[in-house]
């Protein structure tokens, strides 16, 4: 199994020489704890956290599995330990007030958090990290009474959380939803109703679990403007906050999965279950849209912990293991042949996995930064703000969660190729890594949900291209300020051709959509994974100068470092940004070729 080692240079290098977080923290109404000194220090014990106690379970834990046995899901051996440990560290709370129990530092610090926790083990991760959307979604939705009773031991990591969406006969179409809630007349609801692929909906962790519940009241317009949002304790909370008795929720059934087996997917019902609204009646989708959102970023992570995850498992293999002679001649003569690191085909496959890992880890950690300054809106009753820099993260939501996902997965699937046929074989552990990531690709909303996500409503619908526009200025930016410099001049022009083409394509999406609608959905998946090819070469271009200025300047500790990230921006422009252009011929082809065939056509028998 790879052993995992948290990348605190890289990160270090993302945050200090990339982005800038002190200066970004030192702007925040909230970000004055967060001075280079504490940060570095809770990266530092979040590492030893997530390599000493956490990775070493994650084999174990895909071994076990979660079990079930009468309603009580029993979670692997090892993992009460483990989150003892995180409750103990204060983890939970880290990016949530201190009125709360909490440590009140920006919300990106979580990120950081959550991308080591999860490359560590991410089956265990999803325990706390569904509490994290309950917990954002109480603080922006819930009365000052709900959140006195819920936020402290949500923030404290005594209880945890999750997110109950998905029914039987409704997957992402959520205006077939059946569930429903019944006033009681004292201000609570009796909820009844069945939801499945509830991840961390029952486990032996916590003292109690808190369920986000979408469900109709009665009289409730039909569809997804008649669906409210409740909280639904395990165990009823007395309002002194102490637990009461076991409300009427169950686990009936958890899911026998390819992946992430450690974590429990459940079948959870709710039998005139007692309940408490949040937010506006019949306005419950759109304040789950803050439970979703931060799930989908939380997703996204995924893709970069498993394409990290992967490469620390492929990159040592790829050195011990000897086979052959590279075709330009023997490089390790005195061995019986040469290790595999030295053949083009192998160091293609690790020089992609590290450019997803690396450029994925920027692309979070900028958006990191959105987050935070949307965060400081609501600290600061700033709705303009809120909504303005909600505006910008939503429209890098499904570009992170679609395509750093897919790309996780192409990561996850690389490492096993590196190892051939050992890659294949369980007790090497990187089969696991891509059956863990599988997932990430599905839950949260399919990659094609993200696609349409990003064209329909955040590109053509809601913005007639003015997101693209406002984001590829960057690029255009990135161009203009690096074109007369040799070194960065292939990156620059190239960037400033793409910004071109991206507003290009937009536009001509929009007019073919005048006459032939089915373009919007035939187009979409292409022009999601194109502007994830696209926004992550924007990455690779600022890691490259960034790279250039040090190694210019002279005298940085690491060369070598600096180096190699030049290296690796060289070989994504060359090598893999060139699937680009692929994405954008097809997203442009005629609806025809894909309308065409009548359903019962399909199979011919």
């Known amino acids: 199994m790879p052993a995992y080692k948290a990348p605190l240079r890289d990160i270090r290098f993302v945050m200090n020489e990339l982005l800038d977080y002190p200066a970004h923290y030192a702007s925040l109404s909230n970000g004055k704890d967060a001075d280079p000194e504490t940060v570095d220090a809770i990266l530092v014990e979040c590492a030893k956290l997530c390599e000493e106690v956490l990775a070493p379970l994650n084999l174990s ?44 530092l920006p919300m990106s610090l979580s990120v950081m958090k959550a991308e080591m926790m999860g490359s560590a083990n991410w089956a265990f991760t999803m325990y ?42 409704c997957g992402t179409d959520l205006g077939q939803l059946k569930a429903r809630a019944e006033p009681r007349g004292d201000g609570t609801y009796a909820i009844t109703g069945t939801k499945m692929f509830i991840s961390a909906g029952e486990h032996d962790l916590t003292d109690n679990i808190v369920h986000i519940v979408l469900a109709r009241l009665p009289g409730a317009p039909p569809g997804t403007k008649g ?23 169950g686990c009936s059934a958890i899911e026998h999965k390819m992946g992430i087996k450690a974590s429990a997917t459940c079948v959870i019902d709710f039998e005139g279950a007692t309940a408490h609204m949040l937010a506006e009646p019949n306005k419950g989708l759109d304040a789950m849209f803050t439970f979703m959102n931060s799930a989908r970023i939380g997703t996204a992570l995924q893709g970069v912990a498993h394409a990290e995850q992967s490469f620390q498992g492929a990159l040592p293999y790829a050195r011990e293991r000897r086979s052959m002679r590279a075709v330009s001649g023997k490089k390790e003569p005195e061995q019986v042949a040469d290790a595999i690191i030295h053949h083009g085909d192998v160091r293609r496959m690790l020089l992609t996995q590290k450019a997803i890992a690396e450029g994925g880890r920027a692309f979070l950690y900028f958006a990191g930064q959105y987050a935070d300054h949307m965060v400081n809106g609501v600290v600061e009753r700033d709705m303009a703000k809120f909504r303005l820099w909600d505006d910008k993260l939503g429209f890098l939501t499904p570009i992170l969660k679609g395509f750093l996902t897919e790309m996780g997965l192409e990561a996850a699937n690389l490492g096993m190729q590196v190892y051939g046929g050992h890659g294949y074989i369980r007790e090497h552990g ?69 910004a071109a083409e991206w507003n290009w394509l937009t536009a001509r999406i929009m007019l073919i959509a005048r006459k032939d609608r089915d373009i919007v959905s035939t187009a979409a998946n292409d022009f999601l994974m194109y502007s994830g090819y696209v926004t992550l070469a ?59 065939l009548a359903p019962d056509h399909f199979a011919m028998t």
């Open 61 to 104: 834990g895909d071994e076990e599995g979660a079990r079930l046995v009468d309603g009580q899901v029993f979670t692997p051996k090892g993992f009460k330990e483990a989150y003892a440990a995180v409750v103990a560290g204060g983890w939970q709370g880290l990016s949530h007030p201190t009125e709360y129990g909490g440590q009140g």
């Open 227 to 249: 669906i409210s949002l409740f909280i639904v304790p395990k165990y009823e909370v007395n309002p002194d906050g102490s637990l009461g008795a076991r409300n009427k929720v």
């Open 538 to 596: 924007y990455f690779w271009g600022l890691m490259a100068a960034k790279a250039h200025e040090r190694l210019r300047d002279g005298g940085p500790e690491t060369p070598d470092f600096y180096r190699a990230k030049l290296a690796t921006a060289e070989f994504y422009f060359a090598h893999v940004l060139p699937r680009a252009a692929g994405h954008a011929a097809s997203m442009l082809a005629p609806t025809k070729a894909t309308m065409q």
């Open 128 to 169: 706390p990290g569904l509490a994290i959307g309950a917990m954002n979604t109480i603080m922006q939705h819930g009365t000052e009474e709900l959140k006195a009773l819920f936020m402290p031991p949500l923030v404290d990591g005594r209880w945890s959380g999750t997110m109950c969406l998905t029914e039987p006969q």
């Open 430 to 498: 990187m089969e696991q890594i891509a059956r863990d990531a599988r997932i990430g690709t599905l839950y949260e909303g399919t990659t094609g949900i993200q696609a349409l996500d990003l064209l329909g409503r955040k590109t053509l619908l809601s913005t007639k291209g003015k997101a693209v526009r406002d984001f590829s200025a960057n690029l255009l930016a990135f161009g203009k300020r690096h074109l007369g410099e040799a070194e960065l001049r292939p990156f620059a022009w190239t960037l400033l051709k793409l």
